[in-house]
Nanobody, 114 residues
Framework: QVRLVESGGGLVQPGGSLMLSCAAS????????MGWYRQAPGKQRELVAV???????NYADSVKGRFTISRDNAKNMLYLQMNSLKPEDTAVYYC????????WGQGTQVTVSS
């Protein structure tokens, strides 16, 4: 089973940047499309960015042009560069497969506030 560990969250002012990281155990990671999800208080978890095993990316309209997803298959790592952050980006961020989800990690809290 794949274990996912997210890190890199924190408190940032509007307009600021953060880089999230996700460490995945197991070799199956490199063959799966992966995504970053987020869940804000009182809201459902949503998928914000996806990257295929070959590196093709796709983004939710709410983050397009501001967030960049990337991966390093050799290191079993997934990343999310977040720029021009807005208060509405405040949420717990999780990584997981695009389909046939693995067990969820603990997530990493991102808070955008002045």
């Amino acid at each position: 089973q794949v274990r996912l560990v997210e890190s890199g969250g924190g408190l940032v002012q509007p307009g600021g940047s953060l880089m999230l990281s996700c460490a995945a155990s197991g070799t199956i990671f490199r063959f799966r499309a992966m995504g970053w999800y987020r869940q804000a208080p009182g809201k459902q978890r949503e998928l914000v960015a996806v990257i295929t095993s070959g590196g093709t990316t796709n983004y939710a309209d709410s983050v397009k042009g501001r967030f960049t997803i990337s991966r390093d298959n050799a290191k079993n790592m997934l990343y999310l560069q977040m720029n021009s952050l807005k208060p509405e980006d405040t949420a717990v961020y999780y990584c997981n497969a695009r389909e046939s989800l693995f067990d969820w990690g603990q997530g990493t809290q991102v808070t955008v506030s002045s």
